[in-house]
């Protein structure tokens, strides 16, 4: 009977000893999941960003360009205005001087 008591003590602290190594591993695990997790996060955070600044970069290059085409449509127009004035002017001119000459 002494025996078996002392077998039962035994087992008793076996299975709270390894309790106590299960929970410890458990601990271990969340330790090393929040790590896992906090780099992941951190990861995410630094693509986001990046995409981000890719993607503020492209707008701006884009709003560029815009401008671009509409200073050169300005640009052309412009052109227009003054080619088509002095087409105008030229015929004024002419039909001046074709009127004071035939007077």
Known sequence: ???ILKEIIQYEQQALKLEEEARKQALEIIAEA????????????????????DLLEKARQEGIE????HENE???AGEQIRA??????EAAVDYIVERVVNK
Do not use: P
């Open 84 to 89: 088509m004035s002095r087409q105008r002017l």
């Open 1 to 3: 009977m002494d025996n």
């Open 66 to 69: 815009e401008a671009r085409r």
């Open 74 to 76: 300005q640009t052309e």
């Open 34 to 53: 929040r790590k896992k997790a906090g780099e992941i996060m951190e990861k995410s955070l630094q693509e986001g960003e990046s995409m981000v600044e």
